[in-house]
C-alpha cells in the first residue's frame, strides 16, 4: 500500500489558494452559455451536473492534480486490491468484493473471497424467496407476513433506507419493519397489530454483541415464546452476523443463520446478507440488479479519469468547500419521498467515516475532516430550512437527487417535483442582487423610501454551491448507483486527508460509559461516588422523579 501522505498535497494547495476570492458561479454561467456542457458527466442514463459549483477549468485543474499527489488512485486500487487498507482493525475493506460480477477472483489474506461471496448470496436468495412464496412458514403452518429487522448503525439504516425506496418492487403480501433503538417503544409500537403466527425476525448484527440489538432481539423472541411457545423461536427467527457462534447461542437454526466476512464494514455493509429484510422484499432479482449497479460504479471509480470521475469529483468538491473555503456542513436533499431516509443513510456512511482527527498514521490531521451531512426530502425542505441555504451566512453546498420518471402513475405531481428542484439549484446559483429586487419591487408600484426598506431582505447572494444528480428512476440499479457515488465520494476525500474511512473507534467511549452506568441507573440504591457532579445530579434527579 502506498505509505502516508498526511495530507500534504492539501496543505500546499490550501497555501496556494489561500486569500483568493472564490469562482463567481453565477458569473461563470453568464460568460459561459457551454458551462453545463463542460461541467457534467454523463453515465448511461444517470448525469451528474457539477456545473453549479465554485469551479472554473484552472481550479478544477488544481483539484484533479490534488487527488493524484495525494495518491488517490495508488490508494483505490489497494482498496480494491483487498489490501489490509483498515489498518486499525488490520484488515481489508472489501464491500466492492459482494457486488463483484467480473468473473476474476478477489484475494484476501491470499484466498480468494469470491465463493464465499457466492455460496452465501445464494443461500439468502434461497431462503428470502422461501419466504416470499410462503414455502418456509411460521410454526402454525401459515405464511409469513411480516418481516422485523432488529439492528442499528449500518445493520438497520441501509436495508431500512433502501425497503422504503424501493417500495414500488416489494411483494404486496409482506410488510418490513425496522427496529433499531434501544428505547422500547420502537418494539413495541412494531410489535403491536403483528401476528405472532406470521411474523419473522431478523437479528441483523456484525458483532452479535451490540446493547440495543441483542436487548430487542431477546425481547422479540419473549414475544414469540409468550404468542406460540419456546419450540416456535427456530420458525420465527433468522440472523445475520459475522459472529456465528454468538449466533447459536442465542438458539437460531444453522440453516437460517446468514454470515457475512469482518472485511465488510457495518455502514458499507447493505450489500451482504445484511440486505437480507431487503432481497426479502424486492426478492433476489432484483438485489442483483442493486449490486450490479453498484459495481457498475465501482468499474467507473477505477477506470475514469480523475476529471471525468463522479466519485472523484464529488470528493474533490467535497475537499473544496471543507478545506479550502471553510464550509462545514453539506447538505443532501432527494427529490423523491421514497429516498427519505438517504440523508440519514449517508450520515452515518460519511460521519462515521470521515469524522476523524488523525493521519493513517496517528498523527494529527492539520485540515478539517468530515463535514456535517444533512437533509430531508424536497420539496418538503423548501418550507423548514432552505431559507438558510438560500439566505444564511455559511453557504451550504447542497446534493439534489431527482428521477425524470416517476414511480407512481400520476405524472402532473412528477412535473411539478421536478420544477421545483431544478428551480431550487438555479435560484441558488443566480440569486437576486439588490438592483434586481429594487427594480422588481419599483416596477411593482412600490414608493422608493419603502423599496429602500424592504429591498435588503428580498436579496439572495447567489453564487451557493449544488450538483445535481438526474437519471432515468428510482428503481433498484440506480439506488445501488447512487449509494456506490456516495462510498467512493467518502473513500476519495479521506484519501486526500490520508485518515482511515473504514474504522469508527470514536464510538467506543460512549459505548463503555453507558455500560458502567447501567448498574447505577437500574438500581436505586447503587452509590454515584466517583460520578462526575452533572452525571450524579441527573441521576439523583431521576431517581426522584422514578420513585
Ligand atoms: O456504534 C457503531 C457501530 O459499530 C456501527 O459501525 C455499526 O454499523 C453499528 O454499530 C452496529 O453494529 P453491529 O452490526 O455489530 O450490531
Not at 4 to 21: P, R
Not at 81 to 109: C, K, V, Y
Amino acid at each position: 500500500m502506498t505509505g502516508s501522505t498526511n495530507g500534504a498535497a492539501l496543505t500546499a494547495l490550501q497555501k496556494e489558494l489561500d486569500g483568493q476570492t472564490p469562482v463567481s458561479i453565477r458569473e461563470a454561467f453568464v460568460n459561459d452559455p457551454e458551462r453545463f456542457g463542460r461541467f457534467h458527466v454523463k453515465l448511461d442514463d444517470l448525469v451528474f451536473d457539477f456545473s453549479k459549483h465554485r469551479l472554473d477549468a484552472a481550479l478544477l485543474a488544481k483539484l484533479v492534480q490534488l487527488a493524484k499527489d495525494s495518491g488517490v488512485e495508488a490508494k483505490r486500487d489497494a482498496m480494491f486490491a483487498g489490501e489490509p487498507f483498515n489498518s486499525t482493525e488490520g484488515r481489508a475493506a472489501l464491500h466492492t468484493a459482494l457486488r463483484n460480477f467480473s468473473g476474476q477472483p478477489i484475494m484476501a489474506d491470499g484466498a480468494d473471497v469470491m465463493p464465499e461471496v457466492t455460496a452465501t448470496r445464494a443461500k439468502v436468495a434461497a431462503f428470502a424467496s422461501g419466504i416470499r412464496d410462503g414455502s418456509i412458514a411460521g410454526a402454525t403452518g401459515k405464511a409469513i407476513t411480516d418481516v422485523v429487522n432488529i439492528g442499528i448503525g449500518g445493520s438497520d439504516l441501509g436495508p431500512a433506507m433502501a425497503a422504503k425506496a424501493l417500495t414500488p418492487y416489494s411483494s404486496p403480501r409482506l410488510r418490513t419493519h425496522f427496529v433499531s433503538n434501544v428505547d422500547g417503544a420502537d418494539i413495541g409500537d412494531t410489535v403491536k397489530g403483528l401476528d405472532p403466527a406470521t411474523t419473522l425476525f431478523i437479528v441483523s448484527s456484525k458483532t452479535f454483541t451490540t446493547l440495543e440489538t441483542m436487548t430487542n432481539a431477546q425481547s422479540a423472541r419473549d414475544w414469540i415464546v409468550k404468542g406460540l411457545g419456546e419450540d416456535a423461536v427456530k420458525h420465527h427467527f433468522a440472523a445475520v452476523s459475522t459472529k456465528l457462534d454468538l449466533v447459536r447461542k442465542f438458539g437460531i437454526e444453522e440453516d437460517r443463520v446468514f454470515g457475512f466476512k469482518d472485511w465488510v464494514g457495518g455502514r458499507y455493509s447493505i450489500w451482504s446478507s445484511i440486505g437480507l429484510a431487503l432481497v426479502i422484499a424486492i426478492g433476489p432479482a432484483q438485489f442483483e440488479q442493486f449490486l450490479r449497479g453498484g459495481f457498475e460504479i465501482d468499474q467507473h471509480f477505477r477506470t475514469a479519469p480523475i476529471e471525468a470521475n463522479i466519485p472523484m469529483l464529488m470528493g474533490l468538491i467535497g475537499v473544496l468547500y471543507r478545506d479550502i473555503q471553510g464550509i462545514s456542513t453539506q447538505a443532501v436533499i432527494p427529490y423523491d419521498q421514497r429516498l427519505a431516509r438517504f440523508p440519514a443513510y449517508l450520515q452515518q456512511l460519511d460521519m462515521e467515516s470521515n469524522g476523524k482527527s488523525v493521519h493513517r498514521d496517528g498523527s494529527p490531521v492539520t485540515a478539517e475532516t468530515g463535514p456535517i451531512v444533512w437533509g430531508e426530502p424536497g420539496t418538503n425542505g423548501q418550507h423548514a430550512f432552505f431559507q438558510l441555504i438560500h439566505q444564511g451566512t455559511e453557504p451550504v453546498p447542497v446534493d439534489f437527487l431527482v428521477a425524470a420518471e416517476p414511480t407512481e402513475a400520476d405524472p402532473h405531481h412528477h412535473d411539478l417535483l421536478l420544477a421545483n428542484c431544478f428551480a431550487q439549484s438555479q435560484a441558488l446559483m443566480q440569486g437576486r442582487s439588490l438592483d434586481e429586487v429594487s427594480a422588481q419591487l419599483t416596477k411593482g408600484g412600490m414608493p422608493a423610501d419603502e423599496v429602500r426598506r424592504l429591498a435588503p431582505h428580498k436579496v439572495f447572494s447567489g453564487d451557493r454551491p449544488s450538483s445535481t444528480f438526474l437519471y432515468r428512476k428510482l428503481d433498484p440499479r440506480t439506488l445501488g448507483r447512487l449509494i456506490a457515488c456516495y462510498e467512493h465520494r467518502v473513500f476519495t476525500m479521506a484519501a486526500i486527508w490520508d485518515t482511515n474511512p473504514f474504522d469508527q473507534w470514536g464510538v467506543e467511549l460512549g459505548k463503555e460509559l453507558a455500560s458502567k452506568l447501567v448498574p447505577i441507573v437500574s438500581d436505586p440504591r447503587a452509590s454515584t461516588e466517583g460520578l462526575d457532579s452533572s452525571t450524579a445530579g441527573l441521576v439523583a434527579h431521576r431517581r426522584a422523579l422514578a420513585r
